[in-house]
């Protein structure tokens, strides 16, 4: 909890409470506290069917000033959620939140996306994961309709800091830059940052894109893993800035390689010649050279020797 608490935000603070009370009892092990002093919350929703299987996570913070007046920031992370689908979810939790101003809205919220979770196979013949894509050549030119924006996500750190006031003193991790890999003039650069909160996560982001030939680059694919002691698991998702699929192969690297609390962004400059499945060789390629190089894995050859057991990463652990 805040050290400070403003006797105007008793009440809320006090409705906070009995709500994250009850959601972690209703949810259990899907419950997840990020930060219980800046009061971010994450809890993992899924459709409980057999095939296909769809699973978002819902990223919660809560404002001093909520329920009473201020709704939470949320933020959803599914790899398969894209455009108007993404647009009608968010539209559909803002009307529950108008329709319920005032009251605690987190059970309902949850709900409504389980609810889409367990729609959407049937409303479509097929169900998008990014994982197992493999697109043609003719297929890697860019669709920005489908693409969620990578640089909104600036917009959603600056909402955070109008309501958790003292997440301002919460300093940008430092960010590690790699070694470029080119081939037929796309060039391939890694950068590497120790991440304990989504904020965090969304700090390091605005800082890379203070960088004029970062933000230039036709791709920036992230992953992260966030280790939740308190329920044993991670907190971790990933986006592909347009490059479909790699994204969720960054993903599936940091977890083959069990590293935790750490996020790792792969800039791409398009050089104007098609690469096929090579460039997702050289997105990983890049990722796994700077885990190493940083300490969060044994290097390439003693991965490949233990059967790709891995070293937990040597003093990278951020307050």
């Known amino acids: 909890m805040a050290d400070v608490i403003d006797p105007e935000n008793e009440e809320d603070l006090q409705a906070q409470i009995e709500e994250v009370e009850a959601l972690s009892s209703i949810y259990g092990d899907e419950w997840c506290v990020i930060d219980e002093a800046s009061r971010i919350f994450c809890i993992k929703i899924s459709n409980d069917l057999e095939e296909p299987k769809l699973t978002a996570c819902l990223q919660i913070i809560l404002p001093p000033d909520y329920p009473s007046t201020a709704p939470p920031i949320y933020q959803i992370n599914a790899a398969w959620l894209r455009g108007p689908e993404r647009a009608k979810l968010a539209n559909s939790l803002e009307d529950l939140y108008v329709e319920h ?157 069990d590293v935790r609390n750490v996020m790792v962004v792969v800039s791409r400059w398009y050089g104007g010649i098609l690469l096929g499945p090579d460039r997702f060789k050289h997105i990983n390629n890049c990722a796994r050279n700077i885990l190493v190089e940083e300490g969060y894995t044994a290097s390439t050859d003693e991965a490949t020797k233990s059967g790709a057991k891995t070293k937990r990463p040597k003093s990278k652990k951020t307050k």
């Open 101 to 257: 101003a005032g009251e605690s809205i987190l059970y309902l919220w949850v709900e409504k996306i389980r609810e889409f979770l367990v729609e959407k196979p049937q409303s479509s013949e097929t169900v998008d994961q990014p994982e197992m894509v493999n697109r043609t050549a003719e297929e890697e030119v860019d669709d920005d309709d489908d693409i969620p924006d990578f640089r909104t996500l600036k917009l959603n750190t600056d909402i955070a800091h109008l309501f958790v006031d003292h997440a301002n003193d919460e300093e940008i991790p430092p960010i590690k830059h790699g070694n470029t890999i080119t081939d037929r003039r796309s060039t391939f650069q890694p950068h590497l940052a120790p991440v304990v909160t989504p904020r965090q996560v969304k700090m390091v982001l605005e800082k890379l894109y203070e960088n004029k030939k970062i933000a230039s680059a036709t791709h920036n694919i992230y992953a992260y893993r966030i280790y939740c002691e308190n329920k044993h698991s991670f907190l971790q998702d990933c986006e592909d800035d347009g490059e479909t699929a790699a994204g969720g192969r960054l993903l599936h690297l940091l977890q083959i390689l």
